[in-house]
């Protein structure tokens, strides 16, 4: 793929919230040149690990993870096409969870200390970074709250709608649906269900007409309802492109 089409989903996601200028996506461009294929299930960074280079999912689904003490997993966010997986890691340094591909996943690596120039240089740039790092702890305190305040079908709900604009953003919604390569036993990790309460509370978002739910893709059949239902509200998402 062409390096200019390959930090396409990233320029689509940044500029979603203020628009970049000609040279600035350049110096993207500049700083991303070495890819990476990762396999389903093989871990991108591992807790404890010191990574010197920052990563940009450019296909694909990943995931955040810790794991408790009896060795169960806790996945605890999502990561879509055009989002950086880790770089906070820039700045934190030492990695105090993992992140493994749910999906075969491609990415794209920056060495810190070209996120570091780049940053000092391009000012405008830094913001709409800080911006993306801001937005993953608003996702992650969605997160907090539909697991710990609403029902789990409006919980999946929730999830479900963030997916869908998100991946809207970056030009991966036809027809009202989109590629979801997660099994239900990946789903059960994120909402903390055995497998079989996730199964069920699928099929009551089925029942209820609000979704299709195939093999590797969602459908949505009624959005209105489907928002509703979630309680979900997108400013978190922070969506609108103004000055930053």
Same mark, same amino acid.
């Not at 320029?11 to 110096?27: I, T």
């Not at 070209?114 to 405008?124: G, K, L, N, Q, S």
């Not at 801001?134 to 997160?143: D, E, F, H, N």
């Given at each position: 793929?062409?390096?200019?089409?390959?930090?396409?989903?990233?320029?689509? &996601?940044?500029? *979603?919230?203020?628009?970049?200028?000609?040279?600035?996506?350049?110096?993207?461009?500049? @700083?991303?040149? /070495?890819? #990476?294929?990762?396999?389903?299930?093989?871990?991108?960074?591992?807790?404890?690990?010191?990574?010197?280079? +920052?990563?940009?999912?450019?296909?694909?689904?990943?995931?955040?993870?810790?794991?408790?003490?009896?060795?169960? $997993?806790?996945?605890?966010?999502?990561?879509?096409?055009?989002?950086?997986?880790?770089?906070?890691?820039?700045?934190?340094?030492?990695?105090? !969870?993992?992140?493994?591909?749910?999906?075969?996943? /491609?990415?794209?690596?920056?060495?810190?200390?070209?996120?570091?120039?780049?940053?000092? #240089?391009?000012? !405008?740039?830094? $913001?709409?970074?800080?911006?993306?790092?801001? @937005?993953?702890?608003? @996702?992650?305190?969605?997160?907090?709250?539909?697991?710990? /305040?609403?029902? $789990?079908?409006?919980?999946?709900?929730?999830?479900?709608?963030?997916?869908?604009?998100?991946? *809207?953003?970056?030009?991966?919604?036809?027809?009202?649906?989109?590629?979801?390569?997660?099994?239900?036993?990946?789903?059960?990790?994120?909402?903390?269900? +055995?497998?079989?309460?996730? &199964? $069920?509370?699928?099929?009551?978002?089925?029942?209820?007409?609000?979704?299709?739910?195939?093999?590797?893709?969602?459908?949505?059949?009624?959005?209105? /309802?489907?928002?509703?239902?979630?309680?979900?509200?997108?400013?978190?998402? !922070?969506?609108?492109?103004?000055?930053?």
């Amino acid at each position: 793929m062409a390096q200019t089409d390959m930090i396409a989903p990233l320029l689509a &996601n940044l500029e *979603q919230r203020d628009r970049l200028s000609d040279a600035e996506k350049a110096s993207l461009r500049a @700083i991303l040149t /070495r890819e #990476r294929r990762v396999a389903a299930q093989e871990d991108i960074v591992m807790e404890g690990d010191r990574p010197t280079t +920052s990563s940009l999912l450019l296909e694909g689904f990943a995931a955040r993870y810790n794991m408790t003490g009896e060795g169960q $997993r806790q996945l605890t966010s999502l990561h879509v096409p055009g989002e950086f997986i880790d770089l906070h890691a820039f700045l934190a340094k030492t990695m105090d !969870h993992g992140i493994v591909a749910l999906s075969p996943c /491609r990415i794209a690596m920056a060495e810190h200390s070209a996120m570091r120039d780049i940053t000092e #240089r391009t000012p !405008h740039v830094a $913001r709409l970074l800080w911006l993306d790092t801001l @937005i993953q702890g608003a @996702i992650s305190r969605q997160w907090i709250v539909a697991m710990g /305040r609403r029902s $789990r079908a409006a919980h999946l709900s929730q999830i479900i709608c963030e997916l869908y604009m998100r991946l *809207q953003i970056v030009d991966q919604i036809e027809d009202d649906s989109f590629h979801f390569p997660l099994s239900q036993l990946q789903m059960a990790d994120i909402m903390g269900l +055995s497998l079989v309460h996730m &199964n $069920r509370v699928i099929q009551e978002l089925r029942a209820a007409g609000f979704i299709s739910w195939t093999r590797e893709r969602i459908a949505i059949h009624d959005w209105e /309802r489907l928002k509703a239902f979630a309680g979900f509200d997108p400013t978190y998402l !922070h969506l609108r492109s103004e000055p930053r």
